[in-house]
């Protein structure tokens, strides 16, 4: 079922699987729809694991909904020491798309923390919405406007990759960055030469080639 990342949808799949008679379901994918399923989920006794959800919103409770990543406060925080630590970025932007706002809002938050605590600045976050109309010429301008020295974006590939193409028009050295959503095949295909360098964070080893990985 594809909930199409609407809350009305994504109810309606639930409650169909639920009358099959499923004993658990694998999903959802995005932190929003996981945080409208999990009271559902608890209702209907369903158990729901989402493999990519990491909104710290569902943090700590005893409830029916079970993931398999850490939350996003402790990658947005490992993100922004990164950043600063090692690639000696000082100054940041951040893109979120609010239709995961349970998620990206989240991530900047954590991140925001985190730079600062290490002496860095976020400058700018600007919000967009995928499901509404974008103009990614002016996000790119908000994002570059106090000449940061990373751009981060938390958002999909496919809105990244276009707003990295414009970043990269105006700003064509800056480093750029993403949050584990971004971080999918279709970056690099739909991005092309504005996402050469790019960083993003991966939560396995995408190579690795040991038996106890391929097995």
């Known amino acids: 079922r594809d909930d199409f990342q609407d809350e009305s949808i994504a109810k309606e799949a639930f ?16 932190s929003s729809m996981a945080v409208t399923l999990a009271p559902l989920a608890d209702a ?5 694991i989402s493999p990519t959800a990491v909104t710290s919103e569902l943090s700590g409770r005893d409830d029916h909904f079970f993931r398999v990543l850490a939350s996003a406060d402790e990658y947005a925080a490992e993100a922004a020491r990164h950043h ?9 932007a951040i893109a979120i798309d609010t239709a995961n706002h349970n998620y990206t809002n989240n991530w ?12 860095g600045r976020v400058s700018t976050i600007a919000s967009f919405s995928s499901v509404g ?14 000449s940061p020295d990373i751009v981060i974006l938390v958002s999909s590939s496919v809105d990244a990759s276009l707003i990295a193409e414009k970043v990269r028009g105006k700003l064509p050295d800056i480093q ?3 949050s584990a959503w971004t971080a999918t095949e279709q970056l690099v295909r739909l991005g092309g030469p504005a996402v050469e360098g790019m960083q993003v964070e991966q939560f396995f080893d995408r190579h690795d080639k040991s038996a106890r990985y391929t097995h």
């Open 84 to 92: 600063h630590r090692i690639l000696g970025r000082r100054q940041a």
């Open 133 to 146: 109309d974008k103009n990614y010429e002016q996000i790119a301008s908000q994002l570059v406007a106090d």
């Open 15 to 30: 409650q169909d699987l639920v009358q099959l008679g499923v004993a658990g379901i694998v999903g959802p994918m995005t």
């Open 44 to 48: 209907a006794q369903r158990v729901i």
């Open 176 to 178: 750029i960055a993403g």
């Open 108 to 119: 900047a938050t954590h991140y925001k923390e985190a730079f600062e605590r290490e002496g």
